[in-house]
Nanobody, 125 residues
Framework: QVQLVESGGGLVQAGGSLRLSCAAS????????MAWFRQAPGKEREFVVR????????YIADSVKGRFTISRDNAKNTVYLQMNSLKPEDTAVYYC??????????????????WGQGTQVTVSS
């Protein structure tokens, strides 16, 4: 079992940066691949980026490539999402999620068995 708690969301102007954190419970954090998803009002939850258990591999959606970076600190049971050059279309609730599988290109919400409660990111124009 893994419990996930996101933090770091807020209001930022376009072009600005935010760093989200996701703290996980449990002693087997490194055995989970971790990902960030987002959901804008009226839209489906969409994949943003994923990182392997070791942190050695990542997979990122084209919409945020070059602007967002995922990292993890297994000693702190925490995964991070660094978001730069934010755009109004990045406005959404951001969720972290955990997956037992180490396959790197798992982008469907159905692949993830554990979710945080989400943190709101609002980018003003």
């Amino acid at each position: 079992q893994v419990q996930l708690v996101e933090s770091g969301g807020g209001l930022v102007q376009a072009g600005g940066s935010l760093r989200l954190s996701c703290a996980a419970s449990g002693r087997t954090f490194s055995s989970y691949a971790m990902a960030w998803f987002r959901q804008a009002p009226g839209k489906e939850r969409e994949f943003v980026v994923r990182i392997s258990g070791s942190g050695g591999s990542t997979y990122i959606a084209d919409s945020v490539k070059g602007r967002f970076t995922i990292s993890r600190d297994n000693a702190k049971n925490t995964v991070y999402l660094q978001m730069n050059s934010l755009k109004p279309e990045d406005t959404a609730v951001y969720y972290c999620a955990a997956d037992r599988s180490m396959a790197i290109t798992r982008v469907s919400v159905d692949h993830y068995g554990y979710w945080g409660q989400g943190t709101q990111v609002t980018v003003s124009s």
